[in-house]
């Protein structure tokens, strides 16, 4: 897979609650073109979350099969419940036609984006603090406290993480944070 233009593959990764999902939404409002990657996932559908926008809602079976078929950039078991991959075909696609691609996934998805692909932009969204954090994952209240701290768990390790990447954008202002995601991808 090799991207013959000046297109990006750019990995967005973070704690659960650090606001990805918003900056994202942002981004899209900023620049309604850019192209990101709908993941495909064994959780079950949050209300008012859509197929095929937010995720690809599939069986275990059926992610097994795009395992074993190489159907996936990388995939994770995350929080240690549920498996969430990038499907590999659009990837490339965008790639090779010259689109840049925006993937927002995990950290050990970034960490198999990179093995895989080095030509890859990683870039880390960190929060304010971690009271900060803990606000904005509790304040969403779609996760129940079991939950809660059990992603918390894995924001710890995550944070820990940080000098891995290629960029750090402090998520404090979401309107300044989509702004500077744009500028990586070259969107501006
Ligand atoms: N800059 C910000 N200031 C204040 N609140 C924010 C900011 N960015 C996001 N939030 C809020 O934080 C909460 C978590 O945001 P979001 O769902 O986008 O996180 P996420 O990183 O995508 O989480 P997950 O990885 O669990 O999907 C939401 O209620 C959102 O409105
Ligand atoms: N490794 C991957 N991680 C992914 C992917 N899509 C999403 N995610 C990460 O999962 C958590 C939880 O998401 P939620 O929607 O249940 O709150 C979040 O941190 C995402 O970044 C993927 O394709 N691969």
Known sequence: MTSPTN???????????????????RLRELHPDVYV?????????????????????????????????????????????????TPAEPVCEQLEAGHSVLVEIDLAGARQVRAARPDAVTVFLEPPSIDELIRRLVGRATESQEEVDRRLLTARREMASRS????????????????????ILGLD
């Open 7 to 25: 297109a990006k593959l750019v990995v967005l990764a973070g704690p659960s609650g650090v606001g990805k999902g918003t900056v994202v939404r």
């Open 37 to 85: 990657s709908v993941s495909v996932t064994t959780r079950p559908p949050r209300p008012g979350e859509v197929e095929g926008r937010d995720y690809f809602f599939i069986s275990a079976d059926r992610f097994d099969s795009l395992i074993e078929s190489d159907g996936l950039l990388e995939w994770a078991l995350v929080h240690g419940v549920h498996r969430y991959g």
């Open 164 to 183: 891995e990447f290629d960029h750090v954008i402090r998520n404090i202002d979401v309107d300044q944070a989509a702004r500077e995601l744009a500028a």
